[in-house]
Antibody, heavy 123, light 107 residues
């Protein structure tokens, strides 16, 4: 069974840094792309970043580009999100998500999600 | 980046109603469109992928259609457990984007 456990959230002051982790189990981690998606309190879903299976392709939303860095450790089955220069608007519940694809391999989707870890940026 | 716009932002409906939610992309995304359902305090749940393919285990009252820029999620007969917020998501570009969500409430 696929299991994703998000951790590392907390209260942090504006301008400071935080690193989120996602522990993956129940599947061959290094076969799959992974993503971070966030949700501000009472707001909608926002895709944050994605990383290919071998870290060869990485993308970011414009809202976090230059401040956040996604990475993975395939030996340990962990996904990370290093968040620097945090702002109040980064306050959100952060989910990691596994990218699956349909049988053709062309169509990706997020079937498996972590439980989320809450990041609060406030002085 | 591709912008996704859902309408309406919210709707009120009764059990048994037919409900339609629309999602429009700012450029053509072929059928690289997914739909998710989210209930309060829970992670999103995949309903539809590739615009019209029903995820395993999802009731057949849910269906998706569309291609290019215009897409629709239809619930043929709304059940009590369907009251939730629904999101579309494009996967045409590697920078993925979600719609702003449609909240389905009890009338």
């Amino acid at each position: 069974e696929v299991h994703l456990v998000d951790s590392g959230g907390g209260l942090v002051q504006p301008g400071r840094s935080l690193r989120l982790s996602c522990a993956a189990s129940g599947f061959t981690f290094d076969d799959y792309a992974m993503h971070w998606v966030r949700q501000a309190p009472g707001k909608g879903l926002e895709w944050v970043s994605g990383i290919s299976w071998n870290s060869g392709n990485i993308d970011y939303a414009d809202s976090v580009k230059g401040r956040f860095t996604i990475s993975r450790d395939n030996a340990k089955n962990f996904l990370y999100l290093q968040m620097n220069s945090l702002r109040a608007e980064d306050t959100a519940l952060y989910y990691c998500a596994k990218e699956d694809r349909d049988s053709s391999g062309f169509y990706p989707y997020f079937q498996h999600w972590g439980q989320g870890t809450l990041v609060t940026v406030s002085s | 980046d591709i912008q996704m716009t859902q309408s309406p932002s919210s709707l009120s409906a009764s059990v048994g109603d037919r409900v339609t939610i629309t999602c429009r992309a700012s450029q053509s995304i072929s059928t690289y469109l997914n739909w998710y359902q989210q209930k309060p305090g829970k992670a999103p749940k995949l309903l539809i992928y590739a615009a019209s393919s029903l995820q395993s285990g999802v009731p057949s009252r849910f269906s998706g259609s569309g291609s290019g820029t215009d897409f629709t999620l239809t619930i043929s007969s709304l059940q009590s457990e369907d009251f939730a917020t629904y999101y579309c998501q494009q996967n045409y570009r590697t920078v993925r984007t979600f719609g702003q969500g449609t909240k389905v409430e009890i009338k």
